[in-house]
């Protein structure tokens, strides 16, 4: 059975910065890639970012130069380190494996 277990997540100032970790379990890890995804309310879900097994990463262009994607294939976790959180980077961010399997999601809210 696979599961991925996010965590992190909290209430932070304009400006500060959070780092979330998802761990994955039930499934070879380092055989995937793996995405953040984030949703905020009344909002479609969105990539923010994702990392291949070779280390690859994209980024969606409202976090690029702010959001870090790593992952560390001993651990089964892959992290996403959070910078100049703004309010509009608030939402609930999920990980997930090429989209087949998901996490319960973790909120993260930005005050101004």
């Known amino acids: 059975q696979v599961q991925l277990v996010e965590s992190g997540g909290g209430l932070v100032q304009a400006g500060g910065s959070l780092r979330l970790s998802c761990a994955a379990s039930?499934?070879?890890?380092?055989?995937?890639?793996m995405e953040w995804y984030r949703q905020a309310p009344g909002k479609q879900r969105e990539l923010v970012a994702g990392?291949?097994?070779?280390?690859?990463?994209n980024y969606a262009d409202s976090v690029k130069g702010r959001f870090t994607i790593s992952r560390d294939n001993a651990k089964n976790t892959v992290y996403l380190q959070m910078n100049s959180l703004k309010p509009e980077d608030t939402a609930v961010y999920y990980c997930?494996?090429?989209?087949?399997?998901w996490g319960q999601g973790t909120q993260v809210t930005v005050s101004s």
């Open positions: 997930t494996i090429s989209t087949d399997y």
């Open positions: 039930g499934i070879m890890f380092r055989i995937n890639s």
């Open positions: 990392i291949t097994i070779g280390g690859y990463t």
